[in-house]
Nanobody, 114 residues
Framework: QVQLVESGGGTVQPGGSLRLSCEAS????????ITWWRQAPGKEREWVGD????????DYSESVRGRFTISRDNAKNMVYLQMNRLKPEDTAVYYC???????WGQGTQVTVSP
């Protein structure tokens, strides 16, 4: 069955960096775009960015563009979210999702705090 598993979350100080990973299985990974989302406490889930099936066309929300980078390794069925210059407002649970589907990972917590 389709599975997406995020990892790499944690607590970091403002200005720090984290790299999240999303490991996919159960489907032909290299034909699907993958998206990253996040949900902060008390807020709706927010789109962070996405990457095309071949990794050539990442796109980002305005709030993270220039700080976050999405990449993928189709040989390993992995997608990555490199997060730099983190801010307290980046605190959220981060999810990966197979684009245009109801397949989500379980999420990984990112906390940015002094």
């Amino acid at each position: 069955q389709v599975q997406l598993v995020e990892s790499g979350g944690g607590t970091v100080q403002p200005g720090g960096s984290l790299r999240l990973s999303c490991e996919a299985s159960g489907f032909t990974f290299n034909v699907y775009p993958i998206t990253w989302w996040r949900q902060a406490p008390g807020k709706e889930r927010e789109w962070v960015g996405d990457i095309s099936s071949d990794g050539s066309m990442p796109d980002y929300s305005e709030s993270v563009r220039g700080r976050f980078t999405i990449s993928r390794d189709n040989a390993k069925n992995m997608v990555y979210l490199q997060m730099n210059r983190l801010k307290p407002e980046d605190t959220a649970v981060y999810y990966c999702r197979r684009s245009n589907s109801n397949y989500w990972g379980q999420g990984t917590q990112v906390t940015v705090s002094p």
